[in-house]
C-alpha cells in the first residue's frame, strides 16, 4: 500500500513562501518517478483543485493562478516530490494535498482520477 507523508505547511504573511515536501513509501514493482505525481489544494467550503503535476515523461503543468509563483520538482533518490511556493497570496489559503499515480486517461487536474493521497499540510497566508 502507497504511503504519501506531506509536511512544510504553516502560516506566512502575503508575499511569503514555504516548500511542502511529500515522501512516498510502500510501492513496488515500479519506480516513483514513472508514476504521475500532483499537489492540489482545497479550501474551506471549496472544491479541490489541481495546483501542479508531473506526468510520467517529465512533463510539468501549472493551474494558471500559481504560473511563475509556486515550482514542483522531484527528487527521485528520496521518493519525494517538492511543491515550493513563493510570493503568496491569501487566496492560496488551502490544505495542500499530494497525489501519486493517477489514470492515464483524462486531465491530471481531475482529482477523481488518482489513485493515492497525502493526509493533507495546511496553508494559511494572510494579508
Known amino acids: 500500500q502507497v504511503q504519501l507523508v506531506e509536511s512544510g505547511g504553516g502560516s506566512v504573511q502575503a508575499g511569503g513562501s514555504l516548500r511542502l515536501s511529500c515522501e512516498a513509501s510502500g510501492y513496488a514493482g515500479y519506480t516513483y518517478s514513472s508514476k504521475y505525481m500532483g499537489w492540489f489544494r482545497q479550501a474551506s467550503g471549496g472544491e479541490r483543485e489541481g495546483v501542479a503535476a508531473?506526468?510520467?515523461?517529465?512533463?510539468?503543468d501549472y493551474v494558471d493562478s500559481v504560473k511563475g509563483r509556486f515550482t514542483i520538482s522531484q527528487d527521485n533518490a528520496k521518493n519525494t516530490v517538492y511543491l515550493q511556493m513563493n510570493d503568496l497570496k491569501p487566496e492560496d489559503t488551502a490544505m495542500y494535498y499530494c497525489?501519486?499515480?493517477?489514470?492515464?486517461?483524462?486531465?491530471?487536474?481531475?482529482?477523481?482520477?488518482?489513485?493515492?493521497w497525502g493526509q493533507g499540510t495546511q496553508v494559511t497566508v494572510s494579508a
Open positions: 508531473i506526468t510520467p515523461d517529465g512533463t510539468i
Open positions: 497525489a501519486f499515480d493517477k489514470e492515464d486517461d483524462g486531465l491530471w487536474s481531475s482529482w477523481g482520477l488518482w489513485y493515492y
